[in-house]
Structure formats: C-alpha cells, structure tokens
C-alpha cells in the first residue's frame, strides 16, 4: 500500500543558511527515507522560526497540527529532514503523543523509517537529539558572545546596528574572515558627522551649565535642529521627528561611545517563559538593559572622541547626585481597560493610553511642550477622559441594537460584514467544529456515567 506523506522542515536566521537550500536539503534527506513506501503529498516549511519555540507558536508545525485531528487529511504519516531542527529538549515528548493519539506515523531518517510509540531506544535516541537540539543552540550563543566580547575589547571593531547620533559610517577596510572578504564584505568605523556632532557637544555642554533634560530639548527645538529621528528619516518612518524629545537627550547624555570607545553588551535578548502555570508555551524574547557593570568596552579608543572621558565622567556623576538616593520599591500592578489601544485623541491624532487614577480608568493623552510647540497646536499637558463616560452610552447602544425586536435586523448587518474570502474563515469554522466534537463527546461519556470532576471541558486540549 502507497503511503502518503507530510513534510516538516524548519529554518532559521541563526542557522545562518539560505532557507531555500535549507529546504532543499531537508526535503532530499525525508524523499531518500520515503520514496520506497511511498511520496510526499503535502509540506509545511517553517522560515525565520527559533528551534526553541514550540511547534504550536511555529505557523507551519502549528497549522500541521491542526490538521492532523482531521478525517481527510489526505496523508497517513509525517516525515522530517533532521530531527534536530524539528525538535529542541523537550519537545519531542510533548509533540509525539498528539501523532499516536490520530494514528499518525513520524517518520525520522536517523531512526530508517517510522518511531515506535512502544519502543524505549526509539524515544531515548528522540530525546537524545532534542538535548543535542538544546546544547547546540547553548554552544553556538556562548561562542557568538565570547567572539563578540573579544573583538570589542581587543580590537575594538563597530559590530553593526545604527550609528549613535552625531556619527557617521566609513569604511574601514576588507573583512578578516577570507569568505566574507571574497564576498565584498568590509568592515566599517564611527566618525564624527560634521552636522550632529556640534549638537552633541552642545547638549553636554549645556548639561553641565545647570540645563536640565527638559529645557534642553525645548532650546534644541526652538532653535529648529533636527532631533535625531528628523535627521535620519529612513530609519525612523514611524517617529514624527518634529521635536527633541526628553528620552532623546537622556540617551545622548547616558551613552559612552562619544568618549571614542567602543561599547558593546549595552542590552540583551532575554527570554522570559510566556505562562509558568504552562511551560510547554515556551518562552518569548524581549530585549532588556544589562547593568553597566556588565558593559563591554574596547580597551582603547577606536573612534573619533566627541567628548572627553572627564567631560563624560562628570555628566555621569551629575546624573547620579540627581537620582533619587532611596528609591521606593514599585510595585506593577495590572489593571483592566475596556477600550485598551482604541481611543484616539482628535486635536493630535494620537492614541491616548490607560490610567490608572483614584481607583478609576482613565485614558490620557499626553503632549509635552516642545512637540505642541513644534506643531503649533493648542494642546494642553494632560488630557484625561473617565471610562465610565464611555461604558454607560455604549451598553445603552448595545442593549437597543440587539433588543429582542432588533436581533434579527443587527445579525444580519453583522453578517454582512463577514469576510467573503473561504481561506479567511476555514480556520474558524474548523476550530468550531472541532469545539463541537469535543462537546459532543463530554456530553456522552457524561450521559454514559463518566466523573464529571475527570472530564475537561474548556479549554479545549
């Protein structure tokens, strides 16, 4: 009997490899291990997605997911190119048991054909692979830190991303590694921009005259100079770039590379688990500051100095004396906001965020100085508006639109406005259905005498 099967196969940019390649190669080591018992009807191609996340946040293993608890899925097993790539520590363990409970057979080329659910050696040398998946990932972040962490110190080498504000890129030669430089890659060097680098210097300065950060921003402003985001518009589309901004002279100030030095470590990817109560989420990643103490710094200066070290030392002492020297511990609390992300203030166009004020929701839209100023608007400091003037006005509205003699003529307008598209509302319509069966079958197992406190109704598993 022909068997027909699904492809899985995953790539990523820290695999530093082209995704078609990749695929490629994936593909020709799954067709090798089927092609005797039969052919590979469907594919589902991961690109851009980490080993460490969880087949259910992958769009690709996640959609295969999905459709394995249907009848007609149209295939009978699964293979995969590398196990390694498929499956990060423990993954496996979590994964494996949804293919035994549809009757679906994963196929691996390490394993020469199809693992068996009974087979202690198939899940030891499954396991084994996902702790080699995790170690790698481990291997290759410690090398890439410990590489980078040299080439800062020793060499002082620019390690990319953008160019602080009052420098410039220039060319600083072929690149060491021989493959690179066959390529056409160079290297690149900080040098001082003749039209940012004075505005530095002068933020310093006035600084250390007595300005605050506040009142530097306003005279930068007033006197018409491009902040930051104006100067360099391609890469700041979604910035307005019409004023400075207090955080944009703070940076400025807080930042040592304008001592001629080069830093690197300033932040870090830090991943942090989505829901402890569920560790099979996984985890999401955010960037985070790293405590200056952990700051890398090139051991001598590499770039053009726009402030001397004392001048930049000072600024930091200065900084310090003004910081609180007790800070009170914050504590986070969240809070509900019924129009969360949906209200947006008319006189500037911007959305107004929610607040938390004398045990009431509130939304504010708040407009410093310097940006009304700039764009010539009336605009006060502060602008609140209650919640609860908008709740009471929108559950009488909602209360008449779907009264019992109106129901009908509301669902029918909302039906209207359905997308028209199939693709869009298959994936809904399959997740209804599948809520349906999972219904259906509570329903029965408690109708036949099942322990209602052993059944799990919602969320659907």
């Known amino acids: 009997m022909t068997k027909h099967f699904a492809f899985l196969g995953r790539v990523s940019t820290e695999d530093q490899q082209d995704p078609a390649a990749s695929r490629n190669w994936q593909l020709a080591r799954a067709r090798t291990l089927t092609e005797p018992h039969g052919e590979i009807v469907a594919e589902y191609f991961d690109v851009g997605q980490s080993r460490s996340i969880p087949w259910k946040r992958r769009p690709k293993a996640s959609e295969l997911l999905e459709i394995l608890k249907q009848p007609d899925r149209g295939f009978d097993a699964v293979v995969i190119g590398e196990p390694q790539r498929a499956f ?6 979590l994964t494996f048991p949804v293919f035994t409970h549809y009757g679906i057979e994963l196929w691996v080329p390490e394993v020469g054909g199809p693992i068996d659910p009974e087979s202690e050696a198939h899940d030891l040398i499954m396991s084994v692979f996902g702790g080699i998946s995790k170690g790698e990932r481990s291997r290759i972040k410690i090398r890439v830190r410990a590489a980078m962490t040299a080439q800062t110190r020793v060499e002082g080498r620019y390690l990319g991303g953008r160019p602080p504000y009052g420098y410039r890129l220039a060319d600083a030669g072929p690149h060491p590694h021989p493959g ?10 900080l040098e001082g921009d003749p039209r ?17 950060i506040f009142v530097i921003a306003q005279r930068l402003t007033t006197d018409q100079i491009p902040c930051p985001s104006a100067h360099d518009r391609e890469r700041n589309p979604h910035r307005s770039g019409v004023a400075w901004s207090k955080s944009a002279v703070r940076s400025i100030l807080g930042n040592p590379r304008y001592t001629g030095h080069e830093v690197w470590n300033k932040q870090r990817k830090q ?6 109560d569920d560790v099979a989420l996984g985890h999401h990643t955010r960037l985070a500051w790293n405590p200056k103490k952990d700051w890398v710094y090139s051991d001598q200066p590499v770039h053009d100095a726009i402030v001397a070290k004392e001048t930049f030392d000072q600024v ?3 900084f310090a004396a003004r910081s609180p020297r007790s800070p009170r511990p914050i504590t986070r609390r969240t809070h509900p906001y019924a129009f969360k992300g949906l209200i947006t203030h008319q006189s500037c166009g911007r ?19 310097e940006y009304a100023v700039a764009n010539h608007l009336e605009h006060p400091t502060n602008v609140f508006l209650n919640e609860d003037l908008l709740i009471t006005p929108l559950d009488d509205w909602l209360a008449e639109v779907f009264a019992a003699e109106r129901i009908e003529h509301t669902l029918t307008r909302l039906e209207a406005k359905q997308p028209d598209s199939v693709a869009a509302t298959q994936p809904l319509r399959q997740s209804i259905a599948e809520c349906d069966r999972k219904l259906a079958r509570h329903r029965a197992a408690l109708e036949a005498g099942a322990d209602p406190a052993n059944e799990r109704f919602w969320p659907p598993s």
């Open 88 to 93: 990060d520590g423990n993954q496996f363990g």
């Open 196 to 212: 940012t680098a004075p505005v530095v210097e002068r933020i310093y300065l006035e600084y250390l005259s007595g300005f605050g």
């Open 351 to 369: 959305k107004m965020q929610g607040n938390w004020f004398h045990d009431a929701a509130v939304y504010r839209c708040r407009y410093p100085r």
């Open 180 to 189: 690179k430089a066959a390529e056409g890659r160079r290297l690149h060097r």
């Open 316 to 318: 930091q002492a200065l």
């Open 271 to 276: 991943e942090s688990l989505i829901d402890v």
